[in-house]
């Protein structure tokens, strides 16, 4: 079974770029749709883009402007870049294989602060 | 795009049935068969229960049921146990191919 792990700086400061990596395992990266989906301390779930792993990208129209995602399938990673974040950008990060038309395996999650 | 539409909150006794809705448009749940249902206990991160509006994951429950009906779907659940207790999370593609959430309901097992 695949098992997805995000890896990454849990303090990121205001106006700064967040930076994630999620490693996968059990699994080929390839021919696969990935994805990373955030929550807010207390809220839902919000969810950021999905990355084909020829690279092809679909991002959440909200937050376009500042994401990138990239995959690297020598190391079956891939990884996110959200810029200029603020204290709303402050929640725990999934990232998630994606089958069957949606988010099937998840990652652990891991919490991500943007303060000074 | 606004998320999907789901109660705050639903509850039931041990042993009997709830129903949670999702309620989109023709352009999300409407137009695809592309619906999934997560878990999600405290503290934890999600979990697959329905994927394409009615099929469970290996290892999950048969009590965990999914539906569909224009543009509202559903999840059932029978036979409530006390470890079902959780927050519930629907999904959708979109026509934009993007992905919206519900905003989560908690489900309360009395």
């Known amino acids: 079974q695949v098992h997805l792990q995000e890896s990454g700086p849990g303090l990121v400061k205001p106006s700064e770029t967040l930076s994630l990596t999620c490693t996968v395992s059990?699994?080929?990266?390839?021919?696969?749709?990935w994805s990373w989906i955030r929550q807010p301390a207390g809220k839902g779930l919000e969810w950021i883009g999905r990355?084909?792993?020829?690279?092809?990208?679909n991002y959440n129209p909200s937050l376009k402007s500042r994401v990138t995602m990239s995959v690297d399938t020598s190391k079956n990673q891939f990884s996110l870049r959200l810029s200029s974040v603020t204290a709303a950008d402050t929640a725990v990060y999934y990232c998630?294989?994606?089958?069957?038309?949606?988010?099937?395996?998840w990652g652990q999650g891991t919490l991500v602060t943007v303060s000074s | 795009q606004s998320a999907l539409t789901q109660p705050a909150s639903v509850s039931g006794s041990p042993g009997q049935s709830i129903t949670i809705s999702c309620t989109g448009t023709?352009?999300?749940?409407?137009?695809?068969?592309?619906v999934s249902w997560h878990q999600q206990h405290p503290g934890k991160a999600p979990k697959l229960m329905i994927y394409?509006?009615?099929n469970r994951p290996s290892g999950v429950p048969d009590r965990f049921s999914g539906s569909k009906s224009g543009n509202t779907a559903s999840l059932t659940i029978s036979g409530l146990q006390a470890e079902d207790e959780a927050d519930y999370y629907c999904?959708?593609?979109?026509?934009?191919?993007?992905?919206?959430f519900g905003g989560g309901t908690k489900l309360t097992v009395l």
């Open positions: 998630a294989k994606y089958s069957s038309g949606g988010p099937y395996y």
């Open positions: 059990g699994g080929s990266i390839s021919n696969y749709f």
């Open positions: 990355i084909y792993s020829s690279g092809s990208t």
């Open positions: 999904s959708s593609y979109t026509s934009t191919s993007a992905e919206l």
């Open positions: 023709s352009s999300d749940v409407g137009g695809y068969n592309y």
């Open positions: 394409e509006v009615r």
